[in-house]
């Protein structure tokens, strides 16, 4: 069983950066499509990244193309979000997520492990 744990949340500028880091527990993440969600008050939780099980393939919301990159590393079981350019409507809960797939998926329902999420809070 894989628990996933994500770190990094944090207050910050409008303009600033911070990068958010989900840490696997248990089995590895190589064999998982990993990827990034917001939730923000009162919104549906959104995609925002995810990156294949080699790391090879990465896919972003139009919203953060430019401004944030995924990574990730297998050996540590780590992957990570690095967000620049913040902007105040980045402001949300980010959660990490893991599917069994083979392919990249930007789907929430194709995830079926989570973590408990990270605030992250841009002010202007």
């Known amino acids: 069983q894989v628990q996933l744990a994500e770190s990094g949340g944090g207050l910050v500028q409008a303009g600033g950066s911070l990068g958010l880091s989900c840490e696997a527990s248990?089995?590895?993440?190589?064999?998982?499509?990993v990827g990034w969600f917001r939730q923000a008050p009162g919104k549906e939780r959104e995609f925002v990244a995810a990156?294949?099980?080699?790391?090879?393939?990465?896919n972003y919301a139009d919203s953060v193309k430019g401004r944030f990159a995924i990574s990730r590393d297998n050996a540590k079981k780590t992957v990570s979000l690095q967000m620049n350019s913040l902007k105040p409507e980045d402001t949300a809960v980010y959660y990490c997520?893991?599917?069994?797939?083979?392919?990249?998926?930007?789907?929430?329902?194709?995830?079926?492990?989570w973590g408990q999420g990270t605030q992250v809070t841009v002010s202007s």
């Open positions: 997520a893991a599917a069994s797939l083979f392919e990249i998926a930007n789907e929430r329902a194709r995830y079926d492990l």
């Open positions: 990156i294949s099980r080699s790391g090879r393939t990465t």
């Open positions: 248990g089995r590895t993440l190589s064999s998982f499509t």
